[in-house]
């Protein structure tokens, strides 16, 4: 072996060094490759079902996953029709229990997710009877977890009650409606669903919330938990009463109805004060703040007490003139509220005059 073939062997280990140091700096460290996270299905032992006038609404557990994961499955909602045996049997399975739709997890639509819940509507049911309805987190092979089944009854929404009216009374805000005709309808089982009546209000912008605590069977209801003179909407929903579960349907609206005043809530004049005036008493009063339909004026002698403003005076004075010469009177004054029913408030404190009327 020569000297130069000894010197090239003892460099090309140098050289293989050398360039891979050199590769290694431009490209730089090539870590392993990270797998494919996929997130596990999440507990869906809460499925609920509720029947509304446009179908039935599911919703289940979905899990809030980590933005990073990714998801080999879908949720697959399925739907059974079911008799009446079955139905006595919710852990009983449905003999056929056909897939209406699998929902990605990444992107639901036309389900949608709120506060880790997923949300999806039935709107094809048919109206005519029982159905069981169950959630199956699946891939494309097999099962992966399955919910609770829910068993709901689906009939024919009822229409909207007729003729919805509201006043006030001194005893609250009164309802009242006329029952709407119910068209024949199959129940699967044959069992009646009695018509009833859920009651609801809302103020202002707020959100509806019910205020009859069972649905109402007659064609009115009193709303006496107001607050005096505040305005309100009302809605009332006709509901039949079927097992196992309610059938809502149409609704009627009433708006801006004013809740009655109260007699603590309408103050009276701060200062009642007489003066004579034309051989006759004349009785002043501050006028209060808020909006009234006009004020009473009442008199007291011994122990009778007389109203004397048959309908309520819009300001002051009021000008008695049926007083008798050297006779002492007690004067005082209420306030009138501005919308019916009209309800009459407090009185003021009662103010003594001596009538120095002399006959001529």
Not at 242 to 249: A, C, D, L, R, T
Not at 306 to 324: E, K, M
């Amino acid at each position: 072996m020569t000297t130069t073939h000894w010197i090239r062997i003892r460099l090309l280990p140098l050289a293989l060094i050398f360039f891979s140091g050199v590769v290694l700096t431009g490209c730089g460290r090539k870590g392993l490759p990270k797998p494919i996270r996929y997130a596990p299905p999440p507990p869906m032992e809460d499925l609920e079902g509720r029947v509304q006038a446009q179908g039935v609404r599911l919703s289940w557990s979905a899990g809030k996953p980590d933005p990073d994961d990714r998801f080999n499955y879908c949720f697959s909602v399925q739907r059974a029709r079911i008799g009446a045996e079955e139905e006595r049997c919710p852990t009983c399975p449905p003999l056929t229990q056909r897939e209406l739709v699998c929902l990605d997890p990444a992107n639901p639509r036309p389900a949608v997710m709120q506060n880790g819940r997923m949300i999806w509507e039935d709107r094809e049911v048919p109206a005519d009877g029982f159905y069981r309805y169950q959630v199956v987190a699946r891939d494309s092979k097999r099962p992966l977890a399955y919910s609770n089944a829910v068993t709901l009854r689906v009939l024919p929404p009822p229409p909207s009650p007729l003729d919805l009216a509201a006043r006030s009374e001194p005893d609250g805000v009164i309802l009242a409606w006329r029952r709407p005709p119910l068209e024949p309808r199959s129940s699967g089982s044959g069992r009646k669903a009695p018509l009833h009546f859920w009651v609801e209000r809302r103020s202002g912008d707020g959100a509806w919330e019910r205020i009859s605590p069972v649905p109402v069977e007659d064609e009115n209801f009193v709303d006496s938990v107001v607050t005096p003179g505040k305005l309100y909407d009302y809605r009332v929903t006709s509901v039949l009463l079927s097992e196992p579960n309610p059938i809502p349907g149409g609704f009627a609206e009433v708006s801006e109805v004013r809740a009655p005043a109260t007699p603590e809530s309408l103050p009276p004049p701060h200062t009642v004060w007489v003066v004579p005036a034309q051989g006759s008493l004349e009785v002043h009063w501050t006028e209060v703040d808020q909006e009234v339909k006009g004020y009473h004026v009442y008199r007291r002698q011994g122990g009778e007490i007389t109203r004397l403003t048959a309908d309520p005076v819009d300001h002051p004075p009021y000008l008695d003139r049926h007083t008798r010469p050297n006779a002492v009177y007690f004067y005082a004054v209420s306030v009138v509220g501005a919308y019916p029913p009209y309800t009459e408030g407090l009185t003021s404190k009662w103010i003594e005059m001596k009538s120095h009327v002399f006959p001529e």
